[in-house]
């Protein structure tokens, strides 16, 4: 049974470029969520999927969107990179949005030069 | 914004040492769940609560919920190497969750 994986789980990008980072949830979940967790912080929530529509939504500008696909997985994009938004990009997969049991990826390690 | 509240931001303590953690905060919540997140990977949920003055156990862990639903504990029994990693905190009513800075633990053999 697989577990939730993330992809790519390294990066550099420099200041204004785009980035993309891929997630599968576990197998059986339905609802992905996006978090960043910058160095010494705990994560912090950035939107959730579901049904192929972002439900909920941080404290994040536009830059930031998402999307979900019809086999449940998701993408996060990026644009316009600024150097604090190096950090952790964890996925995290869930059996419907009403639940705060979540099931992370090891992440995406995002450096923004 | 919310904030969950933890400290200290690390704990040092003796293999076989019980340890305990809280976390408070401002806001009422009523979901309070305990994350463990070791080098290189992402968090992985420990124990959820979902009721006020609920006390939850897995394995060495207990957890409570407390009254106010403004705070939280962890209980480690009888550390063990192990242990040793980052403890999240974390509320909300659903995958929108706000979490704590999280505590360090490292244990001595």
């Known amino acids: 049974d697989a577990g939730v994986t993330q992809s790519p789980t390294h990066l550099i990008k420099t200041r204004g470029q785009q980035v993309t980072l891929r997630c599968s949830p576990k197998s059986g979940h339905d609802t992905v969520s996006w978090y960043q967790q910058a160095l010494g912080q705990g994560p912090q929530f950035i939107f959730q999927y579901y049904e192929e529509e972002e439900r909920q939504r941080g404290n994040f500008p536009d830059r930031f969107s998402g999307h979900q696909f019809p086999n449940y997985s998701s993408e996060l994009n990026v644009n316009a990179l600024l150097l604090g938004d190096s950090a952790l990009y964890l996925c995290?997969?869930?059996?419907?949005?009403?639940?705060?049991?979540?099931?992370f990826g090891e992440g995406s390690r995002l450096t923004v030069l | 914004g919310q904030q969950l509240n933890q400290s200290p931001q690390s704990m040092f303590i003796q293999e076989g040492e019980d340890v305990s953690m809280n976390c408070t905060s401002s806001?009422?919540?009523?979901?309070w769940l305990w994350y463990k997140q070791e080098p290189g990977e992402g968090p992985v949920l420990l124990i959820a609560l979902y009721k006020a003055g609920e006390l939850t156990s897995n394995g060495r862990l207990t957890a409570q919920f407390g009254i106010t639903r403004k705070d939280s504990f962890l209980n480690i029994s009888a550390s063990i190497p192990s242990d040793v990693g980052i403890y999240f905190c974390?509320?909300?009513?659903?995958?929108?969750?706000?979490f704590g800075k999280g505590i360090t633990l490292s244990v001595r053999p």
């Open positions: 995290a997969s869930s059996l419907g949005v009403d639940t705060g049991e979540l099931f």
């Open positions: 974390a509320a909300g009513a659903n995958s929108k969750l706000t």
């Open positions: 806001s009422i919540f009523n979901t």
